[in-house]
């Protein structure tokens, strides 16, 4: 078998490679993070069967855990694996084009060491490297955000650089009190302790790394760094940061909820917590006029709407949250993309400029439409698939306070509903003004209507991907099973 070592090696190795390659040909650098996720879409595909039959456990240095650093790949970090490695294959084919006159070599080596922070989160096995995989991811982001080095760009990358920064710390901190506490960094080591420890002491902790990664997660209170950073990157990065960096957030979010520390009485909190980041994020984008920051805002909502799932804790509730994961990351990922172009034409993120759109763009607009119906969670698309399990997971509560809850995020979909509909209206409807327009060029449309493919195709046979939802949510449910994959 191959080593999972290599999802993390191949993407950094090139990555410190671009510039090697620079002295061949300037041109050469564009190709090598869709190579670099390529690879990594295929390994990681190839490792998905043996995940389902246990962890795929790598030790680095010739020491057992917990002595060592080592990598977990089990069906939750697979899963989360591969939705990296595709989302970032696709965004990388639909850069070639879209950012050909502005990207050089240090956009490209940021957008891969964003990926392989991204992968290096989902599968470590130790709390420390969690941090600096996760800090690699950060770092990149900021940049990345500012890349273009216009005034709204920079200040929107200082104001994430700051947010991100004091999230980071806590997190640190928390680390930090964790070695105190254990001794140990190994999250399976920690986890099979934790039950030595007073709760009230590990109160602690747990309040710094679910702030500290919630900022990331772009969580409510916690997520006002998003809706400047999302508009003002280029509409690769928005569709990176949407798609990828926000769900690698709450990764991490339930790694140490419920693997590390395994406490059943957050979860009611974590179900409300959602559900309010679902209403906020859904009642902000209702307002805006700003196309991209709608899409932002979206995003927040959608995360509010995996944390419920997560928080309703049974079965249904959590395959229902990690389905939405894959779900928001096509469908938010197809929307920047689609949007990108549509404001490359107009010239204006304003939503009134896309009047008449859909008969000049008509591929962009009907991409950019699925995607809109896949997060509302119309049928066939795989949103409704995933929205369905969640309301399903809440209502086999049986608790009256789920009950509530699920009606609330009936009404956030209403909310979602009623703005993703005027925009659609809008670009299919509404007469335009009478200046040319030519849709996106083949090499962005090839990896749009990839993802529209994969939207309709996993909304219809939802059964494609549901063993390795099934396995990842029993595995965060059962966290004895991930102790004995890694301790043996």
Known sequence: MVSPVLLIAVPLGLAFAIPLFGFISKKISKYIPPVAMLFNLILSLMLMPSTLKGPIVVSIGGWNPPFCINLVVDSLSILFSVLIALVGFLVSIYALDYMEKKATEKYHILYLLLLVGATGVVLTGDIFNLFVFFEILCISSYALVAYLGDKAGVESGIKYLIQGSIGSSLILIGIGILYGMFGSLNIADIASNINSIGSTALLIPLA???????????????????PDAHSSAPSSISAILSGIAIGVGVYALTRVIFTLFGVSSIFPFLAILGVLTLLVGEASAFKQNNLKRMLAYSSTGQIGLIVFGLGIANYHGVAGGLFQVVSHGLGKSLLFMAAGYMIYRTGSMDISALKGI????PLTSIAFTIGAF????????????????IIQGALLKQDALFFVLAALVLLATVIEGAYFLKVCQIIHFKEGNNQKKKDAPLVALIPMFILVSLIIIIGIYPNLVSDFLNSAASGLLDKLAYIEGVLG
């Open 208 to 226: 710094l790394l679910v702030t500290g990664f919630g900022v990331e997660g772009a969580i409510f209170p916690l997520n006002a760094w998003l």
């Open 358 to 361: 859909g008969k000049k763009m």
């Open 374 to 389: 896949s997060l509302i969670g119309l049928p066939p698309f795989a949103g409704f698939a995933s929205k369905f399990l």
